[in-house]
């Protein structure tokens, strides 16, 4: 409905240029006769109600382009104000509890920081610029249903009272005449007009009054008049439509004199006009009646008729050309050329192409040349933003990493293999030859500890046993997959336990092993303590904001924990391998699929963060965007933490 | 007593009443379809409005004036005349003659009616 309100809009600008034109004329052809000014309204009338237009170059409108939505969505620059928030005051993204939100989700969570924001297309919905033709939209709407019904109104209230209306059988004409009690008179239908006049009207008037209604008929002008309403009722927010409404019906009435004296003859002007002045009324019809003739203005009309004097011939020639120019000049549309575009682009208000919103990003690059102001970007330095909001990183979509429903089956089936078996059949590890029996995975001899790995027939890969001493504690952990490195082991002495890595949960692309901490009491029992791989990626991604620049191409990567800067990667000076452009912004940055650790008295965690590029699906890892460490560390009840997050240099 | 109003298109409705009185509703309607191409609602409609207003009588079917054609239009010159002539009968007359000339034959109407009134008066 925005669409249709604003074609309207952009419909009812383009008339009023004309409405104005023939204003003008009007007053300069007030001798010639009025037929001519209603060929003219016809035009107008044309260019609001026709929906479609051509374009030429003979127009005459001038070449403003359009209004559509695109004028008010961002490009505003007081728009684009709200948003920014500088300065190290950024708003408190709350956790995420939801891992499984996808990016776009999260990016309109944080609102209030995006509206400045050009790189996420989805910002547009929560424009507030955006409003502004909605609503507008809906004024529009709800005035022309206030006219419709308004219309409604008066025609039923007509109706009411023609029912009374009694056939007049005293003339013989082929129009269907009826007197009634209304005090003008009218005419009524379109295709089957019937001609009501009121009681009163005696004769001598009453010829007059038929003729000039018949007239009326014959001209079509009740066509005119109800084409004019339905203008009206569209463009009731125009007040050069409600001028032109007002003109019409004057000229309406004039040129209809001006043809009935033609039938008549001039010499019948004078009673005529004597009849004009004894019907006027001085009741006040209805603004804005379909169908009655307003018989106000009668002193204008009887001045029209009794000044009207056959123009010279070339006076109704130069008229009928210069109608020719206007109806040609301006039935058409201007072309709207390329470079018409081009400089628009140059001023501050908004490009005018019509493409829908998810083209956004592109269409910011491409007007990124011209929009100088924001960046300062010049040839010799980058200034690196400070100003953007910041983003929070997105999980990856291995969070949903198949969880095997198969611990409590798999815990059975261990319980069913005997410790003998176990140590009996122990052999090295060796990934890929063997085959359904046990193998020492790993051991810390010093500690007497050992890992063993064993498989039933069903479960493959899964099930391990730690042995400490004399005492074994089984775990129904898979240590096996298709990259199979079998797992990583440390004791921490101190705090009594075992920090296990088991290396599954890699693949192309990925890397998420799990973190285990075996908690020793007493050794005899452990109890494992898991980093869920759930739990460590929401740790990451809560931790990790950017901001990216798709003017400078700048990626910085922040702390959100202090604000803190962690990277910044320009990628504009790094250009040769990365395919982040202009054309090609970074719309995501992600974290979380990638993460190792080393195991020790501090457990260092490192992950990467890599970012998505417009167009494309695939997360990519630059080279030039570095790895992060931290530290984790679990607390008396089993929760896992992060600690500060540093930069992994390459030395 | 003041004798009711009655507007043109009623006024037709109730010649019609008058000149075939009484009359049945059913034949009534046809009529008013026929000559004044009302619609039955209508008929309905302005015949009640003057039942209401006492003009005519709607009984059993049947429809009867309660004021006589003479009645109505006397009640209605009279306005007029009161309105626009202060109630004065040979300002009117006076007013009637300036414009146009009264035949003979009106001229000889008119006295009859004068002298066939001030007989009356003087025989009360």
Redesign the interface.
């Known amino acids: 409905m925005t669409e249709m309100f604003l074609g309207i809009l952009n419909m009812s600008i383009n008339a009023s240029y004309i409405i104005i034109i023939v204003l003008a004329l009007r007053l300069a052809m007030r001798n010639v006769s009025k037929k001519y000014i209603c060929i003219l309204w016809m035009i107008v009338l044309f260019r609001l109600l026709c929906p479609w237009t051509v374009e030429s170059t003979i127009s005459l409108l001038p070449s403003a382009k359009p209004i559509s939505m695109e004028d008010f969505v961002q490009g505003n620059t007081s728009v684009a104000d709200m948003g920014n928030e500088t300065d190290g005051t950024i708003e408190k993204i709350p956790e995420m509890e939801e891992n499984d939100m996808s990016g776009t989700d999260k990016a309109m969570m944080s609102i209030g920081t995006n509206t400045g924001g050009k790189v996420a297309g989805s910002d547009a919905n929560w424009n507030i610029g955006l409003m502004i033709p909605k609503i507008a939209a809906i004024i529009w709407s709800t005035g022309v249903s206030i006219f419709v019904v308004y219309t409604l109104f008066i025609l039923v209230h007509f109706t009411y009272k023609l029912?009374?209306?009694?056939?007049d059988k005293t003339y013989n004409e082929k129009v269907k005449i009826?007197?009634?009690?209304y005090a003008t008179p009218f005419v009524v239908g379109i295709i089957c007009s019937r001609i009501y006049i009121p009681?009163?009207v005696r004769e001598p008037e009453l010829s007059y009054v038929l003729l000039h209604e018949k007239t009326h008929i014959s001209r079509k002008d009740h066509w005119l008049k109800g084409i004019c309403h339905i203008a009206l009722i569209i463009h009731w927010f125009n007040p050069l439509v409600w001028i032109m409404y007002k003109l019409v019906e004057r000229d309406m009435e004039m040129a209809c004199d001006e043809a009935v004296l033609a039938k008549i003859g001039g010499d019948s002007r004078a009673e005529y006009c004597e009849a004009l002045l004894n019907l006027a009324t001085v009741k006040k019809q209805f603004v804005g009646n379909p169908v009655a003739f307003g018989e106000s203005d009668v002193k204008l009309r009887i001045k029209n008729l009794l000044n009207y004097k056959k123009p010279y011939i070339w006076i109704t020639l130069l008229v009928i050309i210069i109608i020719g120019v206007i109806a040609v000049g301006f039935m058409s549309n201007p072309i709207e050329n390329i470079q018409q575009k081009e400089q628009d682009n140059d001023d501050i208000s908004a490009p005018d192409e019509g493409d829908n919103e998810e083209q956004k990003v592109s269409e910011v690059q491409d007007e990124g040349d011209d929009k100088g102001t924001e960046s300062e970007q010049s040839t010799d330095e980058k200034v690196i933003r400070t100003d953007l909001p910041i983003k929070q990183a997105t999980i990856t979509e291995w969070a949903e990493a198949e969880e095997t429903n198969e611990g409590q089956i798999a815990t059975d089936r261990f319980m069913s293999i005997s410790w003998d078996k176990v140590v009996k059949n122990a052999k090295r590890p060796y990934a890929n030859d063997w085959i359904g029996n046990t193998i020492l995975m790993n051991e810390i001899p010093e500690h007497n500890i050992s890992m063993y790995g064993y498989n039933d027939e069903e479960y493959w890969g899964m099930g391990v046993a730690v042995e400490h001493d004399e005492n074994v504690n089984y775990f129904d952990w898979l240590y096996m997959d298709n990259h199979t490195i079998v797992p990583s082991i440390f004791w921490d002495d101190a705090h009594k336990q075992l920090q296990v890595i088991l290396h599954t949960g890699s693949g192309t692309g990925y890397l998420m092993p799990s973190l285990h901490i075996l908690q020793e009491y007493e050794t005899i029992h452990m109890e494992d303590y898991c980093f869920e791989v759930e739990d460590v990626q929401k740790k990451i991604q809560g931790r990790i904001g950017y901001t990216y620049d798709d003017e400078g191409l700048v990626l910085r990567v922040i702390d959100l924990q202090g604000n803190t800067e962690l990277c910044v990667v320009d990628f504009e000076a790094v250009q040769k391998y990365d395919d982040v452009s202009k054309e090609s912004p970074i719309t995501e940055v992600r974290v979380g699929d990638i993460f190792s650790y080393e195991l020790g008295e501090n457990i260092q965690m490192t992950f990467t963060v890599g970012y998505i590029i417009k167009g494309q699906e695939h997360m990519v890892r630059s080279q030039y965007v570095p790895e992060f460490k931290t530290t984790v560390t679990m607390d008396g009840d089993g929760e896992f933490a992060i600690g500060d997050i540093t930069v992994v240099s390459e030395e | 007593m003041d004798t009711p109003k009655i507007f043109e298109s009623e006024y037709r409705f109730a010649s019609i009443v008058w000149e075939r009185e009484p009359i049945l509703l059913k034949e009534l309607i046809g009529i008013c379809a026929k000559q004044l191409e009302w619609k039955r609602t209508t008929t309905y409609t302005v015949l009640k409005r003057l039942c209401e207003r006492g003009i005519l009588k709607n009984e059993d079917g049947v429809v009867t004036s309660l004021y006589s054609r003479e009645e109505i239009q006397y009640s209605e010159s009279k306005q007029f005349l009161d309105k626009t002539f202060n109630g004065s009968l040979p300002g009117f007359v006076a007013t009637f003659l300036n414009g146009k000339r009264m035949s003979n034959e009106e001229i000889d109407e008119l006295q009859t009616m004068i002298e066939a009134f001030k007989k009356d008066r003087t025989e009360e």
């Open positions: 029912k009374t209306a009694v056939p009826y007197r009634c009690e009681f009163q």
